[in-house]
Each structure stands twice: as C-alpha cells, then as structure tokens.
C-alpha cells in the first residue's frame, strides 16, 4: 500500500513484502522511462511494477 507522502496515497501494489523502491523516473513526451539493473545486482526471480504517479495508474508485474 502505497503510505504517506505520496499523491497515490492508499493505492494497493501487486507486490508483498519486502517492498522498495528501486528507481524514480520521470517518463519521456512517448510516455516511455527506462532503468537499468546491472548484471549480477538483483537476484533471480526480481520482480517489478511501475506506478504512473500522475495518473495512480500500476503496470503490469514483470518478473526479471
């Protein structure tokens, strides 16, 4: 559940614990973003979702 200090306050994630944030991106004109994990830094099995903060929109969950 997204907490305090957040305009999406209260939004429930398809992720359990532990959740972290990993990356603040700002999307592009095409509504696009990118990150980059290095090779080796995140475990197998990772997991991610993307949160539209203008829009409390979530994407999909995408297991790397």
């Keep these: 559940v997204i ?7 209260g939004l429930t994630l ?3 614990p ?4 990993g990356a603040i991106r700002r999307a592009d ?3 696009s973003a990118s990150v980059s994990i290095p ?3 995140a475990p197998s099995g990772l997991i991610i979702q ?3 903060v203008d829009s409390c929109s ?3 969950l995408l297991e790397l």
């Design 3 to 9: 907490s305090g200090g957040n305009p999406c306050l």
């Design 14 to 16: 398809g992720l359990g």
């Design 18 to 21: 532990p959740v972290k944030v």
């Design 29 to 31: 004109e095409n509504g």
């Design 39 to 41: 090779p080796g830094y």
């Design 50 to 52: 993307c949160l539209d």
């Design 58 to 60: 979530l994407s999909n």
